[in-house]
Each structure stands twice: as structure tokens, then as C-alpha cells.
């Protein structure tokens, strides 16, 4: 059962920018709406790593490598996240998944996004 779905990746120059979304189609709005959500990316070769979350309230987190870059939102009457993406480097290039930062759901395709020097 498909329970998250990311879009928006593709291949920019650096400097680029790019907008991702994960919706959640099949959650009810009293489900989706508490969770902390968060973006993940994989690099090839590398472990997942944890870039971005948001919480209920709507507070952001960032790890330090896309910090002043990344900006995460939420919709919660849509059941969407997104993830902006502004002055893209080249090792931005990943795999770009979103999940529940505290109760993992089943991990989506992802979305691939790469950047070029």
C-alpha cells in the first residue's frame, strides 16, 4: 500500500532551484496533521540521511548542509510536504525521500535530483 509518494526532482544546474513534494494520499487529515514530517536523501554510496523536518507546529529543522538553502512546508488539509531547494550544489545529488521522522512509514520511490557543475 502506497502510503507516500515524493515528486518534483529532475536535473538542474548548480545554483538551480527545485520544489519537491511528498503527499500522502492515502492518510486521513487527522492522521497526516500531528506527525513530524521530514525529507531524507541517499546519495549514491552514502547511508540516507536525515536533511529537514517540520513539526505539528509547523517548527523546522535543517542539518547544517542545507541550512539558508532548503526551506520544508507543510499542508496538512492536502496531506503534502514540500521542500524547497534554492542555490542546489552538485552534492545535493540524491535520491530525495520524505517519511515520519518518529514512526516510519513504509519508504516511498523517492525523487531524484541532480545537479550539475
Known amino acids: 500500500q502506497v502510503q507516500l509518494v515524493e515528486s518534483g526532482g529532475g536535473l538542474v544546474q548548480s545554483g538551480g532551484s527545485l520544489r519537491l513534494t511528498c503527499k500522502a494520499p492515502?492518510?486521513?487529515?487527522?492522521?497526516?496533521?500531528?506527525?513530524?514530517m521530514a525529507w531524507y536523501r541517499q546519495a549514491p554510496g552514502k547511508e540516507r540521511e536525515l536533511i529537514a523536518s517540520?513539526?505539528?507546529?509547523?517548527?523546522?529543522d535543517y542539518a547544517e548542509s542545507v541550512k539558508g538553502r532548503f526551506t520544508i512546508t507543510r499542508d496538512n488539509s492536502n496531506k503534502k510536504v514540500y521542500l524547497q531547494m534554492n542555490s542546489l550544489k552538485p552534492e545535493d545529488t540524491a535520491t530525495y525521500y520524505c517519511?515520519?521522522?518518529?514512526?516510519?512509514?513504509?519508504w516511498g520511490q523517492g525523487t531524484h535530483v541532480t545537479v550539475s557543475s
Open positions: 492515502r492518510m486521513i487529515f487527522s492522521v497526516f496533521s500531528p506527525k513530524t
Open positions: 517540520i513539526t505539528a507546529d509547523r517548527t523546522t
Open positions: 517519511n515520519d521522522k518518529n514512526n516510519k512509514l513504509s
